[in-house]
């Protein structure tokens, strides 16, 4: 229907990133949590591979933190990407049954938001973001397919990098607050 695969966009590194904090925190959270089952309490050992022999006596729990944390970890950061093939793309819209094909004939043109990583695709259907560590390769096919487009820089890709700026502002408080917190500055 669509032709051959021509390229898969990827998750952004930043975003890796941040699902591998995500996942260590509840990784984290389970061993800690495992150590307070009487259950674990009753062997007298604390090592990792105490968790792991006791999950696999009582595996419902890890079970469920595969499910819940490990799969979706893994589709969100390696498998989800947008899909381009000779006559469209196949947009992914977070789940794999949310997927939408669009073909370039309906594609009306392109703004490039930020240099690197980030283009909005204006088409019959509706406004599409794209992201991918490099963008280039995106706007390449659709220039192969007489899109035309906007490269200049404008408001949009200024309020993002504001935003981007505030995010990691908000971002470095929080740690520092939790920081001082852990140290005891806050006590009374």
Do not use: C, W
Request: glycine share 4%; hydrophobic share 45%; charged share 20%.
């Amino acid at each position: 229907m669509l032709g051959k695969k021509l390229y898969k966009t990827s998750t952004l590194n930043l975003f890796r990133f941040i699902i591998f904090l995500i996942v260590l925190f509840f990784l984290n959270d389970f061993v800690l949590d495992t150590y307070t089952y009487e259950k674990f309490q009753a062997d007298g050992r604390f090592r990792i591979i105490d968790v792991i022999q006791y999950h696999y006596r009582y595996p419902m729990e890890g079970v469920t933190f595969f499910f819940l944390v490990i799969i979706p970890a893994f589709y969100y950061s390696l498998v989800r990407g947008n899909r381009f093939y000779e006559r469209g793309m196949i947009y992914n819209q977070g789940l794999p049954f949310f997927n939408q094909t669009i073909f370039f004939s309906d594609i009306k043109t392109y703004r490039l938001l930020h240099p690197k990583h980030l283009l909005m695709i204006y088409t019959t259907k509706g406004i599409y973001l794209l992201t991918d560590n490099t963008i280039e390769r995106v706007i390449a096919i659709l220039d192969q397919h007489n899109i035309q487009g906007d490269l200049a820089k404008d408001d949009y890709s200024q309020l993002l990098m504001r935003l981007k700026k505030f995010i990691m502002l908000l971002l470095s408080f929080t740690v520092l607050v939790f920081l001082m917190k852990k140290v005891g500055l806050f006590a009374h």
